[in-house]
């Protein structure tokens, strides 16, 4: 999804000492994992799975270390209709949950059901549909492989106070369990984690040091929704990015129907409250599916991936340098706040910084197939 | 067994000795059978240096021989081969798909060995009528069981949709109240490979003692109290159709078990040497229905099988009845000492023997039992 730019580097150095050591805390062995709800990779080929279902984080050594630095691009047409081929099924049995490029490699993670794609809707997510449980790895020249979840090296921890099972449902008619955990990032030696817990505050965020310890910290976070006109701390962050902004650490968090917001890592007390402030709204009636950092032309950007919107470009730059957050009511699927560029791609759901040169987008092209597609950063 | 061949000779374009060796490829639609739902191509003569390739590394070089593929006729499409597990014996091959292969799903495959050349399509063909599923039976339906149960099974009578059932089965209390997280939401569900037996497995953590569910939150069922397993009416087959009803299975909770059944408490009731007649057993507690279907077999000696249909009677007895006559000669009741009881604790050990205890123990086995047919 969104590996940093900033931790891009120093990956790529480790790598080079990388040759295969036992990592510390990880055992050999079949992790019990129930669903793949989100993924994303961390260093020396370590990719975090976020299980909603176990309440778990699951970080699996892949040994997909081999460095690659070309820039040049991935393209895979009809992407479904490929895994349906190797699955023994059709196309529209095929639901792909999140996508994970391995910064290292290069190589695209895929996380896939086998599910009925039609019960996709227009508040419909993967998640809601089915459970991933397969995790395809695509070549370079665009061939497949599974990347088997038995007997692999992985270490795992249980989130604590995760939202329970029979909890109720979202407005999206599936279990809040679903959305027990909706994203998770690797960021200088921890774990970020969003999601719901069952605090009376819902929506949270956690953070885990890595490697696992018995340690978590948990807070609530409260969100202006400038389409509702309302402060809210139930729904869950759909989709964030750490950024380093003169100094310190901060998220940019991005909603559900859509507010985008951030806040200073040094607010984040265990147990406590974190108010972020919500610098753009970028339209009701959509989701936000992903994010990433990018570079062009020496700029940092965020790209953003929607449901039903099309496919974002924001200045980070523009994110800081609005000292006051929104705080009334955006009417009728208007925009406020920060300036976005509308990107000619609609369709995107999942976005993964790939090279320099490239960010890799699930696109949907006008033939109605889902295309793994290279977006040129020198365009996008 | 009932093999369905879809093509009977081979393909043959080799002259000499090659005419000698015509490939068959079956696909093993027979659920009992231990290779169902694989692909077996048989009569494939391997040199010697093949037959090594393929016995040590099946997985690569059985897919330069064998490529099955989704459709009619793959030659319009690029499309890649199917993943799946190879495995080679003397003289065949097999090929088990990743995922079970789908009905009323063409499929096609190419087999290719030295000059012999077979390809085909096939189907398996849904042979269940499109009528809404029906929820057969819930085993074990026996009024009381013990605290510390360990499954129920539902049989359904078509293959229903494997993903997710779990939200549409609840476990109700006698106040009304859904017990929370009293099975365990095993992934991919416990679905036999039709998909019309689930397995509901009880969360082992909250039945033995010692670890930290079954201390936080205790055993799901309460001694002598009335629950209430409901399976709703929205839980489907794979072909989409719902249940006409929801089903609602009521049963008493008892005292915890935590004994290991008795063999030498089973009684039998040998049958008469050239009848028909029925082997039965009759257990010292009730027993793992699904388990002692393959754990309980007869045989005349070892490698010589006896072979009949196993059933249960009302009272919950094994009954077996032989394909042929008895014979006068004695059989062997063999019972594999894994069998369990509906709480875990099987012939070998309880259910709670910790893992430190397991060294003293008898190994895992089968336990033989002679027995003479009646004059």
């Known amino acids: 999804m969104k590996p940093l730019l900033l931790t891009v580097l120093s990956f790529l150095i480790l790598s080079t000492y990388a040759n295969h050591p036992p990592k510390p805390g990880f055992i050999t062995g079949t992790p019990d994992i129930q669903s793949i709800s989100t993924m994303e990779f961390g260093p020396d080929g370590i990719l975090f799975i976020g299980d909603s279902y176990s309440g778990k984080i699951v970080a699996v050594d892949t040994k997909d270390i081999t460095e690659n630095t070309t820039t040049e691009g991935i393209k895979v047409e009809d992407l479904h209709g490929k895994i349906a081929a190797l699955l023994g099924t059709t196309a529209d049995n095929i639901i792909i949950h999140d996508m994970a490029v391995n910064p290292i490699s290069q190589v695209p993670y895929l996380a896939v059901s086998k599910g009925n794609r039609r019960e996709l809707g227009y508040w419909r997510l993967p998640n809601d549909v089915s459970k991933a449980n397969l995790i395809i790895k695509v070549n370079s020249g665009g061939s497949m492989e599974e990347f088997s979840l038995e007997n692999i090296s992985y270490s795992e921890t249980t989130l604590s106070s995760i939202i329970e099972m029979d909890k109720g449902e979202t407005y999206r008619k599936s279990s809040l369990r679903v959305d027990a955990i909706t994203d998770l990032v690797y960021f200088q030696n921890k774990v970020y984690v969003t999601g719901l817990s069952n605090e009376e505050f819902a929506s949270s965020i956690r953070i885990l040091d890595f490697p696992f310890n018995d340690r978590q910290n948990a807070s609530s976070l409260e969100v202006y929704h400038a389409a509702h006109g309302e402060y809210e701390t139930q729904a869950p962050v759909r989709t964030f990015v750490p950024y380093e902004h003169q100094g310190a650490s901060h998220l940019i968090t991005a909603y559900t129907c859509t507010p985008l917001a951030t806040f200073p890592l040094d607010k984040l007390k265990d147990g406590g409250l974190v108010k972020s402030k919500t610098v753009a709204e970028f339209g009701a009636g959509n989701i936000p599916m992903d994010m990433i950092v990018y570079q062009k032309n020496g700029q940092d950007y965020l790209m953003i991936a929607n449901s039903t919107r099309n496919l974002m470009r924001v200045k980070i730059e523009d994110v800081f340098n609005m000292d006051t957050g929104l705080s009334s009511e955006v009417e009728g699927f208007d925009t406020a706040g920060i300036s976005f560029v509308s990107l000619p791609s609609n369709g995107v759901q999942q976005i993964s910084y790939l090279n320099s040169k490239n960010i890799l987008a699930l696109v949907l092209a006008p033939n109605g197939l889902v295309d793994l597609r290279s977006l040129s950063t020198k365009w996008f | ?375």
């Not at chain 2, 109700?172 to 019309?196: H, M």
């Not at chain 2, 839980?235 to 078990?257: A, E, I, K, N, W």
């Not at chain 2, 699904?290 to 309980?296: L, S």
């Open chain 2, 1 to 375: 067994m009932v093999l369905i061949k879809y093509c009977v000779l081979a393909w043959l374009l080799g002259l000499g000795p090659a005419l000698l060796w015509a490939q068959q490829v079956t696909l093993i639609e027979d659920s009992s059978h231990v290779y169902f739902g694989e692909l077996i191509v048989e009569g494939i003569n391997w040199s010697e240096d093949e037959w090594k390739e393929m016995a040590q590394d099946p997985q690569n070089m059985g897919a330069n021989y064998l490529q099955v593929y989704v459709g009619k006729d793959p030659s319009g499409h690029q499309q890649p081969a199917m993943w799946g597990k190879y495995a080679a014996s003397e003289h065949a091959m097999r090929f088990k798909p990743r995922f079970p292969f789908e009905f009323d799903q063409d499929y096609y495959y190419r087999f290719k060995h030295n000059q012999h050349r077979t390809e085909g399509s096939f189907r398996v063909e849904d042979r269940y009528p499109a009528t809404r599923p029906r929820l057969l039976s819930l085993e074990p339906k026996i009024p009381v069981v013990p605290a510390n149960i360990l499954r129920f099974y539902l049989h359904f009578s078509t293959p229903m949709r494997r993903d997710s059932p779990y939200q549409y089965i609840h476990l109700i209390d006698q106040q009304g109240d859904t017990v929370k997280q009293a099975f365990f939401p095993a992934e991919p569900p416990l679905w036999d490979r039709q998909g019309k037996r689930l397995t509901l497995l009880f969360d082992p953590g909250r039945i033995k003692s010692g670890l930290e569910s079954h201390e936080a939150w205790g055993l799901a069922l309460k001694t002598n109290q009335q629950y209430h397993l409901v399976v709703e009416e929205k839980f489907s087959s794979y072909r989409g159709q719902t249940l006409s009803s929801s089903v609602s299975h009521s049963f008493v909770v008892g005292p915890l078990d935590i004994q290991s059944p008795q063999i030498n408490n089973w009684k039998i009731s040998a049958p008469k040497a050239h009848s028909q007649d029925s082997l039965m057993i009759t257990f010292d507690e009730p027993i793992d229905r699904a388990q002692a279907m393959r754990w309980i077999q007869v045989q005349q000696s070892q490698d010589k099988p006896t072979k009949g249909k196993v059933h249960f009677s009302g009272e919950g007895n094994w009954v077996f009845k032989p394909d042929l006559p008895w014979g006068i000669q004695p059989y062997e009741i063999m019972v594999n000492n894994q069998l369990e009881d509906l709480a875990g604790n099987s012939l070998r050990k309880p259910f709670e023997m910790s893992a430190g205890g397991t060294d003293t123990l008898t190994p895992a086995g089968w336990i033989t039992w002679p027995f003479h047919p009646v004059e």
